[in-house]
């Protein structure tokens, strides 16, 4: 069975040169998570500095335990490791001050913090807030707005269509009409096919998607390599864009 949970709202601010997003402490987690994006390069050389002082910054705002990563997001080609020896730091607060350790902490420093639901609630009090209950009812109303899409579509797709075929067979009236409308779309068809009348600017819109789609699944059949290749690249870009966007919002 799963165990309720509460999740609370992720921060982020601002900063010169780069930003941090905090993600509080999630229920049955030991810590929360705090994520340093530097995107100038002109402070790689300041990052230990920079990450010790965010944690101290966000213990003292939420006393926690905190796991703090940086995120390289400038021009530059490093990781953490590279420049400090280390991959992430730990803090947590302990008789007023910040205990700090990089990578892991000593058997004998490990933080004893009351992190259960009424204690974190206390701690993140002005946060907003989603529960594992809200979360399943929005989910079950989704879900029941698709069965009712769903149900719309079989209607339409199939009893409507069911129902025409018997009036038409049972009623000469219904039959009628089903039958004008089907001369109706040959008719017209015939005209296009004979050139006779000219296709909606839509239309040929739609066609000319149509054959190029066409033809690039065709060319990806044949070269599937090339194809994954050319997939990870655009995965790529839109991410770089995505972070691009993100860095300018953040700099202004």
Same mark, same amino acid.
């Given at each position: 069975?799963?165990?309720?949970?509460?999740?609370?709202?992720?921060?982020? %601010?601002?900063?010169?040169?780069?930003?941090?997003?905090?993600?509080?402490?999630?229920?049955? #987690?030991?810590? $929360?998570?705090?994520?340093?994006?530097?995107?100038?390069?002109?402070?790689?050389?300041?990052?230990?500095?920079?990450?010790?002082? %965010?944690?101290?910054?966000?213990?003292?705002?939420?006393?926690?335990?905190?796991?703090?990563?940086?995120?390289?997001?400038?021009?530059?080609? @490093?990781?953490?490791?590279?420049?400090?020896?280390?991959?992430?730091?730990?803090?947590?607060?302990?008789?007023?001050?910040?205990?700090?350790?990089?990578?892991?902490?000593?058997? $004998?420093?490990?933080?004893?913090?009351?992190?259960?639901?009424?204690?974190?609630?206390?701690?993140? =009090?002005?946060? =907003?807030?989603?529960?594992?209950? %809200?979360?399943?009812?929005? #989910?079950?109303?989704?879900?029941?707005?698709?069965?009712?899409?769903?149900?719309?579509?079989?209607?339409?797709?199939?009893?409507?269509?069911?129902?025409?075929?018997?009036?038409? @067979?049972?009623?000469?009236?219904?039959?009628?009409? $089903?039958?004008?409308?089907? @001369?109706?779309?040959?008719?017209?068809?015939?005209?296009?096919?004979?050139?006779?009348?000219?296709?909606?600017?839509?239309?040929?819109?739609?066609?000319?998607?149509?054959?190029?789609?066409?033809?690039?699944?065709?060319?990806?059949? +044949?070269?599937?390599?090339?194809?994954?290749? +050319?997939?990870?690249?655009?995965?790529?870009?839109?991410?770089?864009?995505?972070?691009?966007?993100?860095?300018? =919002?953040? =700099?202004?």
């Amino acid at each position: 069975m799963i165990n309720p949970w509460v999740r609370f709202e992720d921060i982020e %601010e601002k900063r010169d040169g780069y930003y941090v997003v905090y993600s509080p402490v999630f229920t049955d #987690q030991e810590f $929360a998570i705090l994520k340093v994006n530097i995107y100038n390069s002109k402070l790689t050389d300041s990052i230990k500095s920079i990450a010790e002082s %965010e944690l101290k910054y966000w213990v003292s705002k939420y006393p926690t335990p905190i796991m703090l990563m940086i995120s390289n997001k400038t021009d530059e080609e @490093w990781c953490t490791k590279d420049k400090l020896g280390h991959n992430f730091l730990l803090g947590y607060p302990k008789l007023g001050k910040v205990i700090l350790y990089w990578d892991e902490y000593p058997e $004998a420093e490990k933080p004893d913090i009351d992190l259960s639901k009424e204690s974190l609630a206390k701690i993140y =009090s002005k946060l =907003s807030f989603s529960t594992y209950e %809200e979360v399943v009812a929005k #989910q079950n109303t989704e879900v029941k707005g698709r069965k009712l899409l769903l149900l719309i579509l079989t209607l339409w797709a199939c009893i409507i269509p069911a129902l025409i075929a018997f009036l038409g @067979w049972s009623n000469p009236i219904v039959s009628f009409m $089903a039958l004008a409308y089907s @001369w109706y779309v040959a008719f017209n068809k015939g005209l296009e096919l004979w050139g006779r009348k000219k296709k909606s600017e839509k239309k040929l819109v739609k066609e000319k998607d149509q054959l190029a789609k066409d033809h690039h699944h065709y060319h990806c059949q +044949l070269n599937p390599e090339a194809f994954l290749r +050319l997939k990870n690249e655009n995965f790529k870009k839109e991410r770089l864009e995505k972070e691009r966007i993100k860095i300018e =919002s953040m =700099s202004n």
